[in-house]
């Protein structure tokens, strides 16, 4: 089974939410999906589908990169991970240091849309730091 086929409910709903620059790409023995979406409901469909086949998305196969488009500084966005708190780091990496956390379900800021992966955000106490945007939800 090729791995497009293995992960085609994860491309149809790329397809489906209607992403631009919607890229497929199988190299190394790894499939990328990439694109950007219009706005978080987009997003979250894709990484719904790819939920319903890893729900632990540990899948060391496919590479899901799905960004929202065009929020604004001062955006409000909700925390989005599915258990644990969002750690808030002290540069765009995961080998910052962790300067703060913030909760489940919890309001942030967007400071800026730094990198297609790494947002600056800032917490309701003041924490300011880049989180991972695939946690954060417009």
């Known amino acids: 089974m ?4 293995k992960y085609a409910s994860v491309v149809s709903a790329a397809q489906s939410a209607g992403l631009s620059d919607l890229s497929v790409q199988e190299q190394d ?9 219009t706005n978080s409901a987009a997003k979250d ?14 899948a ?9 488009s065009g929020l604004a500084a001062g ?4 925390v989005a991970t599915d258990e644990s708190n969002l750690n808030i780091r002290q540069e765009p990496s995961t080998e910052g240091a962790i300067v703060g956390k913030a909760a489940k379900g919890e309001t ?6 730094s990198s297609d992966d790494w947002w600056k955000i800032k917490t309701a ?3 300011e730091g880049y989180a991972y945007a695939r946690y954060l939800k417009a």
Not at 2 to 5: G, N, P, T
Not at 29 to 37: D, E, I, P
Not at 60 to 68: C, F, G, S
């Open 125 to 127: 106490d003041g924490e």
């Open 29 to 37: 023995g790894v499939l990328y999906v990439t694109g950007k979406a």
């Open 108 to 113: 942030v800021t967007l400071v800026e849309q």
């Open 75 to 78: 955006a409000s966005l909700t």
């Open 45 to 58: 469909s894709v990484w719904n589908a790819l939920g319903a086949i890893d729900p632990s998305y540990t």
């Open 2 to 5: 090729s791995l497009q086929d």
């Open 60 to 68: 060391t196969d496919i590479n899901v990169d799905v960004q929202v």
